[in-house]
């Protein structure tokens, strides 16, 4: 899948792209597991790609400061960052499609935000259950990290034993 940067940029402005919005918890991971939880997210990619759609689908965690979201693009920059988008990319230019993942969370880094290529758009349809199974174990990396930062961090409040 390509597209063009003038193409992606009025679609994103005009926010003419297919957005899915699904909700879970971390009880919900712990139990199904990652795989389970977001295979909404990675179906309805697969089917935006299959129509050549730019798609975001975001994950919202009910009971955590976290939000997962696929998202296809053609640069490594969340939608909502279409300003620095349109500066860094040439507007005539066509460019190959990718999907990334992302998650937001003050836990996650100091930026709050971790954002990963999961594949190109084709392979990322071509080959579903494979994503699917990359994006479960990248999820629960950064599930990990932020349960660590978070233990870290109340850690630090307890009073020192001396």
Sequence with gaps: M???VETLTETLEEGNYN???FTTSL???AK???AAVLQPLVDNMATAIQNTQLA???LLFSDADITVRLEN???NLPYQNINPMKKMLAPEATMAVNVYSIIESPDVNVSSLRIDKVASADDFANHVDEMATGVATWLDDKLTIIKNHEDNAEEAKQPKKS
């Design 2 to 4: 390509e597209i063009s």
């Design 19 to 21: 957005v899915k919005e």
């Design 27 to 29: 009880a919900d991971v």
């Design 32 to 34: 199904k597991g990652s």
């Design 56 to 58: 975001q689908a975001n």
């Design 73 to 75: 693009n053609v640069i």
